[in-house]
């Protein structure tokens, strides 16, 4: 099976009311602890890189190892351009073999937004790739974007079909209450359910992406402060919400936060369990599984995508 663009599989997301997992990737246990959990269950997958993770592993040996899951799982798998700031970096991946870009112009202005996201776009779909854009701001730090409380947005329904209509995207990242990284609520966990509603019923049909949706799992943040770590008062979206979500229009759900706390707790566990352990396959390997075990509970319980590969 050759890597696959998203207008398929979220063709049958939206009509099956299910959402497909978003990964982000940096390394090979990340690639292989995802796809491994893929194939057990028989889901299709997105995996997604940002501009970090691209500085970071470098393009193609990142191609190299999704090229290596395809063979390893045969499952449908698209490779993403996680938040392409510039229609330069879009082009860069699209050349490169990407299947899927997102070009996130939610910073901009409306119309110049419009206008970068049609140029990617045109470039994109001559050669079989989608696109995904943004409207309104989600808060939170990436390594390439870094909204404020107060500058973060939501998205105004009353924009959405324009910005399709003129832009041609496939679909449509929104801003409803979720923020990137581990600190997402200071309160009660909230989301603007009745937004959702709203642009759905503008866009019939048309697939919408949840980013900034991790559920920050207690279970990991307890087990990284009790080894050491601080990270009082993080908190991310309760699963119940994001099945709600995937039932609606939203067919793409991005997590990443939870793959690094996945990763982050078992390896503090590992070395506060033995100290002297200095074998990269002793604590990466159990960093493997766990990311396994992650994302098929995501695949099977909250997204609702598993035995529709
Ligand atoms: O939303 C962004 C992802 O979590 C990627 O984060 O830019 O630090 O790789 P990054
Ligand atoms: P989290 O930080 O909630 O995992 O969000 C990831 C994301 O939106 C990637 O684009
Ligand atoms: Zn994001």
Redesign the pocket.
């Known amino acids: 099976m050759p890597l696959v663009n998203t207008t398929e599989m979220f063709k049958k997301a939206y009509e099956g009311g299910y959402a497909i997992g978003?990964f982000?990737v940096n390394n090979m246990e990340i690639v292989q602890g995802i796809t491994e959990a893929a194939k057990e269950v028989n889901a299709p997958l997105i995996l997604?890189v940002?501009s970090g993770a691209r500085k970071y592993a470098n393009h193609t040996y990142l191609m190299k190892l999704i090229e290596a899951a395809i063979i390893e799982t045969n499952l449908p798998i698209a490779v993403h351009l996680?938040?392409g700031d510039s229609f330069e970096l879009c082009k860069s991946c699209i050349d490169g073999g990407f299947t899927s870009v997102m070009i996130d112009g939610s910073h901009l202005p409306f119309e110049e937004n419009i206008a970068l996201t049609k140029k990617v776009v045109e470039y994109a779909h001559e050669r079989g790739v989608t696109v995904e854009g943004e409207l309104g701001r989600?808060a939170?730090i990436?390594d390439a974007v870094n909204v404020s409380e107060e500058d973060a947005q939501f998205t105004r329904p009353e924009e959405v079909e324009e910005f399709v209509s003129r832009t041609g995207v496939d679909s449509l990242a929104i801003a409803i209450g979720?923020?990137?990284?581990?600190y997402?609520f200071k309160g009660e966990a909230k989301l603007r359910f009745d937004i959702l509603e709203e642009i759905q019923k503008r866009l019939p049909g048309f697939p919408i992406v949840l980013?900034?949706?991790?559920s920050?799992i207690p279970e990991y943040v307890d087990t990284i402060n009790k080894y050491g770590g601080q990270m009082p008062g993080a908190k991310?979206?309760p699963e119940d919400m994001l099945r709600k979500a995937a039932s609606m229009a939203v067919c793409k759900i991005?997590?990443?936060?939870?793959?690094r706390l996945a990763m982050t707790s078992t390896i503090r566990k590992v070395f506060a369990e033995n100290p002297s352990e200095f074998d990269p396959r002793k604590y990466l390997g159990p960093a493997r599984e766990e990311i396994k075990k992650l994302v098929k509970h995501k695949l099977i319980n909250v997204l609702g995508c598993a035995g529709k590969a």
């Open positions: 978003a982000n997604q940002s996680d938040h989600l939170g990436e979720t923020s990137h990284g581990a997402k980013h900034g949706a991790s920050v991310g979206v991005n997590i990443d936060s939870d793959l």
